[in-house]
């Protein structure tokens, strides 16, 4: 793998040079916001999940601005490598402390969201004008597939999932339109996706965060 190709994927990009996205980088901030208020939530808690998930919210920031100003491979993976971490340890946590399954049990069900991602993908590929972004489009599936199997053993979980897979939604939508509207939008949408994603994922880590407090007092699902 040539590991230093250049990528050009974006609409604001228009040459290879470091500061040929200023947008798509400066919103990584976005991210290191959403990473420090949660971790002020977190950070006096006994809920070590909780804040890892909080330290990969910025390494996400951290890898989507090296894509985003490197614009190479390997940026790439710095890029999408704490995506799928956080997708992956947040599925344990909820498995685990919400579903109350062992954690062999919950590691097994983490596991199978790689063939779900495979086989759900392609799907939403079928979808006009999705492109790309249809590889994270399994994901708020996913999420609603749990806020519905929930409902009935936490109702304000399951409608945080549902809130967070709505903004994911929307936010995916912003990342597919970046190219095709880039004529009437030089700049591109994908700015959005950053912001979106920030304010998706530090809502659901916050609302995993929630549910831990009240099955400590008695009110929800025991951790």
Request: net charge positive.
């Amino acid at each position: 793998m040539d590991w230093i190709r250049e990528i050009d994927g974006y609409c604001e990009r228009v040459s290879p040079d470091y500061w040929a996205e200023p947008i798509n980088a400066i919103t990584n901030a976005a991210f290191l916001i959403a990473a420090w208020i949660m971790w002020r939530r977190v950070r006096d808690q006994d809920m070590p999940l909780a804040k890892g998930l909080v330290v990969i919210l910025a390494m996400i920031g951290v890898g989507s601005y090296l894509f985003h100003t490197h614009a190479r491979v390997w940026a790439a993976l710095a890029d999408v490598a704490p995506i799928l971490l956080l997708i992956l340890v947040y599925i344990f946590a909820v498995n685990r402390d919400i579903c109350r399954m062992s954690s062999g049990m919950a590691i097994c069900g983490t596991i199978l969201f790689l063939p779900y991602a495979a086989l759900v993908a392609p799907l939403f590929q079928l979808v006009p004008g999705l492109g790309g972004s249809a590889v994270y489009a399994p994901v708020p599936l996913l999420i609603l597939i749990y806020a519905f199997l929930l409902r009935g053993q936490d109702m304000i979980l399951a409608k945080g999932m549902t809130i967070g897979a709505l903004i994911l939604i929307l936010s995916i939508t912003f990342r597919a339109l970046d190219l095709p509207i880039c004529g009437q939008w030089p700049m591109g949408t994908h700015f959005m996706w950053h912001i979106l994603n920030a304010i998706m994922l530090g809502w659901m880590i916050e609302v995993y965060r929630a549910a831990l407090v009240r099955g400590r007092f008695g009110k929800g699902p025991a951790p």
